[in-house]
Structure formats: structure tokens, C-alpha cells
């Protein structure tokens, strides 16, 4: 069975980004060639991301659609025609879920944002955390993890460091 996997950068206090959705504070400081990023993703052949964090891409990439050599789902509650890069989803998230994991692959990417992770965790479809923590505190933000009546409860997998940064990877016991 496929992992569903949450792998994300979050500032020391627990912020994904700002509260008007920078992520400039992840760029001050020193990491080590790109923290990991090429290596997890070829490990994936899927990512699933909620619409208001693809609507931030969109506005935020220049170039090519960053995951277009990847299954790429966007969930939603509207109904929108699908691109060449991305297929918009606005069923079940539990059942369209638990179909990709159970299908031949690779991992499955949680991309974000924070309203799509805590319908996974309450869910507890996340199988396992790849948490990059930057040496900065922001102060308030969007938390990666909103309040909710959910508990995870997690293996230390292993840790890394990139120059400033700490990779802390989870699984989730189930």
C-alpha cells in the first residue's frame, strides 16, 4: 500500500507561513543545497493540494507548473475543469484518498495547505511526517496543525540537518 506523506518546512513556533501567506522567513536562512526536496520527491508520483495553496502557487511560480511530471490532484469545493497539469477533485476525500493509496505506486504527497492536512489527520490518512524546521520564529501565521479534537501520535523515523535546518521524519502509529 502507498504512503500518504506530509513533507513541509515550518518556522520553529509551528507557522507554515505569515498571516498574509509569505513565506520570505524560510528563504533567510542557510540550508544545504535544496534540504532534501529532490531526493523526497522522487520518492513520490503524486501530490494532493488544497485550492487555496494552489491558488498561491499559480500566483507565486514563474516558469512550468512545479509538479508536472506528477499526478497532481487540487481539492475543492467548486467545480472546475481540469488543466493539463492538474486534475480538480471535489468528492470524498477519504474514499478518493484511500482509492490512490491503494493503487500501484509511488508515495503521495501531501502538499498542503493546513485546511487539506487537518481533514487527513482527523481522518488519520497521514502516514507518515517529513517536517523541515527553520531557525526562525515568527510569531503567528498559519499554523501547520489547526486546533481540532485529533490526536497523532508518532515514531521518530530519524532526523537530519541541513546547515540551519532539522528534518524530523515521522510515522504514524495507527
Not at 99 to 113: D, E, H, T
Request: aromatic share 12%; glycine share 8%.
Amino acid at each position: 500500500m502507498r504512503k500518504l506523506v506530509l513533507f513541509i518546512a515550518m518556522s520553529l513556533d509551528g507557522y507554515i507561513a505569515t498571516k498574509d501567506e509569505s513565506l520570505d522567513w524560510l528563504f533567510n536562512s542557510e540550508g544545504e543545497g535544496d534540504n532534501g526536496y529532490l531526493e523526497f520527491y522522487d520518492t513520490v508520483d503524486t501530490v494532493l493540494i488544497g485550492k487555496k495553496t494552489y491558488d498561491w502557487i499559480m500566483k507565486h511560480e514563474t516558469g512550468d507548473f512545479p509538479y508536472n511530471n506528477k499526478d497532481c490532484y487540487v481539492f475543492t469545493r467548486s467545480l472546475i475543469e481540469d488543466t493539463e497539469d492538474v486534475s480538480f477533485i471535489n468528492e470524498d476525500i477519504v474514499s478518493f484518498t484511500n482509492q490512490l493509496k491503494n493503487q500501484k505506486g509511488k508515495n503521495i504527497w501531501i502538499v498542503g495547505g493546513g485546511e487539506l492536512l487537518q481533514s487527513f489527520v482527523e481522518e488519520k490518512l497521514v502516514d507518515e511526517i517529513i517536517l523541515t524546521v527553520a531557525p526562525t520564529v515568527i510569531g503567528n501565521g498559519i499554523p501547520l496543525f489547526k486546533e481540532g479534537d485529533y490526536q497523532l501520535d508518532l515514531s521518530l523515523k530519524g532526523t537530519r540537518n541541513f546547515n540551519q535546518f532539522v528534518e524530523l521524519h515521522y510515522t504514524v502509529k495507527k
